[in-house]
């Protein structure tokens, strides 16, 4: 069967990798072991939100061995990182939107508090959801966001390198 065109295409192989994930029978969890990744990294991998590297190509194949040459092809070109504003719909994501809108601003204020005046990256950023037993013996979800902190920078032209030998 032959890839779709433009619009449809990421839809498309991202079907094509989950159902290949689906017909291993392995959990995130058990792939990202496999392959020294993040549970959440390999989500990505197969929702097309992120770019397989060359070095880690022959772990994931041997994790998941239904990945065609074409599936391993298209999972190593710069994926389109987009976002389906009705994915907010979904009460999972819903909730988690929610906490960030709650927390956001206190969360903030402690990275300026103990960095300064900066920001958490998204793109040097490491993420894993994990599940432990909450004091009550009742399941609890851990979500670990680990980015690399971003100073803001004063703007001041002696360091403007489009100024630099005018």
Known sequence: MAAPSNANTKA????ELLAVKQKSGKSYGQIAEETGLTNVYV???LRRQAQLKP???????????GLTDVLIHEMMQPPLRSYDPNIIQD????RLNEAVMHFGESIKEIINEDF???IMSAIDFY???????GVDGKDRVVLTLDGKYLPHSEQTTENMVSKLGK
């Open 12 to 15: 498309y192989f991202a079907a």
């Open 127 to 133: 993420c894993s959801v994990d599940k432990v037993k």
């Open 91 to 94: 009460p999972t994501i819903y």
């Open 55 to 65: 070095s880690t190509a022959p772990k994931l194949r041997a994790s998941l061995p």
């Open 43 to 45: 989500a990505q991998l």
């Open 116 to 118: 300064g005046d900066g």
